[in-house]
C-alpha cells in the first residue's frame, strides 16, 4: 500500500493523509491508491501540506508501518529516550539542552 505523508504547513509536524485530510497519527493513513501525485498536488497547492511525499507501508497487527526505518522514527517519535530528547515547545528547554 501506498501512504502519504509531509509536514503540516503551520506547526511542522509529520503528518498523514488519512482520506479526508490530515492526521497526525499514522495508524489513521489510508491507501493513497494509484495515483498519490493528484492528492499530493492539490493538498500542497490549498497549503495544507508542505513536503509531501508517497511511501510504501503495510498494515500490521500494531497498525500502518511504513517500509523505511526513516518514515517508522517520523511516524513513531526519537529512538532515544524522551527525557534525552529535545522540546522545542518547552520555554525552559535551552536552560536543560545546554
Given at each position: 500500500?501506498?501512504?502519504?505523508t509531509?509536514?503540516?504547513?503551520?506547526?511542522?509536524?509529520?503528518?498523514?493523509?488519512?482520506?479526508?485530510?490530515?492526521s497526525?497519527?499514522?495508524?489513521?493513513?489510508?491507501?493513497?491508491?494509484?495515483?498519490?501525485?493528484?492528492?499530493?498536488?492539490?493538498?500542497?497547492?490549498?497549503?495544507?501540506?508542505?513536503?509531501s511525499?508517497?511511501i510504501?507501508?503495510?498494515?500490521?497487527?500494531?497498525?500502518?508501518?511504513?517500509?523505511?526505518?526513516?518514515?517508522?522514527?517520523?511516524?513513531?517519535?526519537?529512538?532515544?529516550?524522551?527525557d534525552?530528547?529535545?522540546?522545542?515547545?518547552?520555554?525552559?528547554?535551552?536552560?536543560?539542552?545546554i
Amino acid at each position: 500500500m501506498k501512504v502519504l505523508t509531509g509536514n503540516d504547513l503551520k506547526t511542522g509536524d509529520v503528518i498523514w493523509w488519512a482520506g479526508e485530510g490530515w492526521s497526525r497519527h499514522v495508524n489513521d493513513a489510508v491507501d493513497a491508491g494509484e495515483h498519490p501525485e493528484a492528492i499530493l498536488a492539490r493538498e500542497e497547492a490549498a497549503q495544507r501540506v508542505v513536503g509531501s511525499y508517497a511511501i510504501d507501508a503495510s498494515v500490521t497487527g500494531e497498525g500502518v508501518r511504513p517500509a523505511h526505518i526513516k518514515e517508522r522514527i517520523r511516524a513513531l517519535g526519537p529512538t532515544v529516550r524522551l527525557d534525552l530528547s529535545l522540546k522545542p515547545a518547552d520555554p525552559a528547554a535551552g536552560n536543560w539542552v545546554i
